[in-house]
């Protein structure tokens, strides 16, 4: 049984998804993180980063307990333990995990700040978001000439989706509106219509 530490956020659903698609045993640890729970010392021993998501498998590698932090590190241990959503080997499995970089490096950083500038600073910083909503239009932009050349963001349906799809259902709080990236709103509509997704999307209840 895999327990996942988690809220409702970008991050967390990418790893909701991947337990919903692979169809893996799992328990929702909710970590309230608008309640500061991310500090408290017991999700601190599972992740000294202090962030969510996270998780705990009793049945690790060698059948000993494995906790795991960090998204995109996550997404790799569970499609190798369930075999599905990231080729073994070759090209291919570059691609998909080139582009699972391009939203760990890229898209979560910048649509976070963005995020936060247009919706929680505590007053308006006009450098911050222009220099952040620019970034993110760029980012769309790269998505967008990419899914212009095939139905996902790596050739077959991946981790790399599951990893962009949180972020860019909440195009609106990004100020982005999705007519403008016609490829990237029919990738979203593609990906959001599976049902792993929509349960994915919904954890933590």
Known sequence: MITLYTWGTPNGRKVSIMLEECGLPYAVQPVDITREQQFAPDFLAINPNNKIPAIVDREGPGGQPLSLF??????????????RFLPAAGPERYAVLQWLMFQMGGIGPIFGQTHHFLRFAPAPVPYAIERFRTETARLYGVLEGQLQRQTYVAGDYSIAD????PWVSRHEWQGIDLADYPQVARWAALVGERPAVRRGMEVPA
């Open 70 to 83: 960090e998204s995109g590190a996550i997404l790799i241990y569970l499609a190798e333990k369930c075999g």
């Open 162 to 165: 599951m990893a962009i799809y």
